[in-house]
């Protein structure tokens, strides 16, 4: 795709099904990627696919600024951000405030600390392009969600506020939103809560008008055209990837 070739591109969660794919397909683009996580990367998947991996908690702006320093000395200047780390709680109106406060913490504050350290960076580079993971959750109402639902409308309203504030300095920030992938989080959900996976997924699937759970390359894709010059005419913009299912 256009624009990508040479360029920074930081994804945050990228040890994660949801963030390694769009990692990946940045590096496949010619991108020089450093993957965040608060994870240690024990099994060198970074690497693997010839990205960097930094430990940060993105909560903590006191790693995360000198992250984004380190990254433009080893690497150069961010100039795409992918911001698909996420807390995953779900629960509904018994959720408590520490609940509240641990996904909020996370979701919606460290999104908001790595995006300014991000931004910081773009202005030097004249410009840049920010991909915010919101969620279907972020548009419509879910079983016990209220939690995850909170913080991925809040996304999509923090990607529209930024695209207003940001524009006059050439950057760009549209929000993706991802329905049922199947990813190893969805497998690991499932056996936690001694379901079957095939039945789970044939379920999931049910509903959506593909009949099928989407897999984390397809998401990446749309990841990597709103990194691109491809998509340069957008800004403040969500873009389902959702197999149809919010159509219904």
């Given at each position: 795709?256009?624009?990508?070739?040479?360029?920074?591109?930081?994804?945050?969660?990228?040890?994660?099904?949801?963030?390694?794919?769009?990692?990946?397909?940045?590096?496949?683009?010619?991108?020089?990627?450093?993957?965040?996580?608060?994870?240690?990367?024990?099994?060198?998947?970074?690497?693997?696919?010839?990205?960097?991996?930094?430990?940060?908690?993105?909560?903590?702006?006191?790693?995360?600024?000198?992250?984004?320093?380190?990254?433009?000395?080893?690497?150069?200047?961010?100039?795409i951000l992918?911001?698909?780390?996420?807390?995953?709680?779900?629960?509904?109106?018994?959720?408590?405030?520490?609940?509240?406060?641990?996904?909020?913490?996370?979701?919606?504050?460290?999104?908001?600390?790595?995006?300014?350290?991000?931004?910081?960076?773009?202005?030097?580079?004249?410009?840049?392009?920010?991909?915010?993971?919101?969620?279907?959750?972020?548009?419509?109402?879910?079983?016990?969600?209220?939690?995850?639902?909170?913080?991925?409308?809040?996304?999509?309203?923090?990607?529209?506020?930024?695209?207003?504030?940001?524009?006059?300095?050439?950057?760009?920030?549209?929000?993706?939103?991802?329905?049922?992938?199947?990813?190893?989080?969805?497998?690991?959900?499932?056996?936690?809560l001694?379901?079957?996976?095939?039945?789970e997924?044939?379920?999931?699937?049910?509903?959506?008008?593909?009949?099928?759970?989407?897999?984390?390359?397809?998401?990446?894709?749309v990841?990597?055209?709103?990194?691109?010059?491809?998509?340069?005419?957008?800004?403040?913009?969500?873009?389902?990837?959702?197999?149809?299912?919010?159509?219904?």
């Amino acid at each position: 795709m256009r624009g990508l070739a040479d360029k920074t591109a930081v994804v945050t969660g990228g040890l994660g099904d949801l963030g390694y794919a769009p990692a990946k397909r940045l590096v496949e683009e010619r991108c020089r990627v450093a993957i965040l996580d608060a994870k240690p990367d024990e099994q060198n998947r970074a690497q693997a696919i010839g990205a960097t991996h930094w430990q940060v908690d993105i909560t903590k702006v006191e790693e995360v600024t000198p992250a984004f320093d380190q990254i433009a000395e080893r690497l150069d200047r961010c100039s795409i951000l992918v911001n698909s780390a996420a807390l995953l709680i779900f629960k509904g109106i018994d959720a408590s405030l520490d609940e509240f406060q641990r996904i909020c913490n996370v979701n919606v504050a460290g999104t908001s600390l790595v995006t300014a350290a991000a931004v910081a960076h773009m202005k030097h580079n004249n410009g840049g392009s920010i991909v915010n993971f919101s969620s279907i959750s972020g548009f419509i109402a879910q079983p016990q969600f209220a939690t995850y639902t909170a913080t991925k409308f809040a996304i999509r309203g923090l990607t529209k506020a930024w695209a207003l504030d940001l524009a006059q300095f050439g950057i760009r920030v549209n929000s993706l939103c991802p329905g049922s992938i199947y990813t190893a989080a969805f497998v690991t959900r499932c056996k936690a809560l001694g379901k079957d996976v095939e039945t789970e997924d044939a379920k999931e699937s049910k509903a959506i008008l593909l009949k099928r759970q989407g897999r984390p390359e397809e998401v990446a894709s749309v990841a990597a055209f709103l990194a691109s010059e491809e998509s340069s005419y957008m800004t403040g913009a969500d873009v389902l990837v959702d197999g149809g299912y919010t159509t219904v």
